[in-house]
C-alpha cells in the first residue's frame, strides 16, 4: 500500500495482516506517522481500540462523516453504534 493514502478519521478499513485479518473496523484515531486506532465494537471496542499499522491495512472508500462529528463535539457514542456502523460491510 502507498504511503500517500488519505486516511481519515470514521473512514471503513479491512485487516489485511495479523491475527484480525479479514476483520472490518472503524478508524477512530489517527496516531503518529504510520498508525491509526482502529474499533469494531466487538473484540476491539471503544475503550481498548487496536494501534495498526496503515500498511496492514486496505481502506474502503467510505468515510462514516457522522462518526467524526460524534468524537469531535464529544457525544457519547458506545460499542453497539459502531457494530450498527459496521453492518453492512460485514
Wanted: glycine residues 4%; without cysteine; proline residues 2%.
Amino acid at each position: 500500500m502507498e504511503s500517500n493514502v488519505e486516511v481519515k478519521i470514521g473512514q471503513v478499513a479491512k485487516s489485511k495482516s495479523g491475527r484480525d485479518k479479514n476483520r472490518v473496523f472503524l478508524v477512530y484515531e489517527i496516531l503518529e506517522n504510520d498508525y491509526v486506532s482502529v474499533v469494531d465494537g466487538k473484540l476491539r471496542k471503544l475503550d481498548k481500540p487496536k494501534k495498526k499499522k496503515i500498511k496492514h491495512l486496505s481502506f474502503y472508500n467510505d468515510v462514516i462523516s457522522e462518526l467524526e462529528e460524534k468524537i469531535s463535539s464529544n457525544t457519547s457514542i458506545n460499542n453497539a453504534y459502531i457494530r450498527k456502523l459496521l453492518e453492512p460491510f460485514e
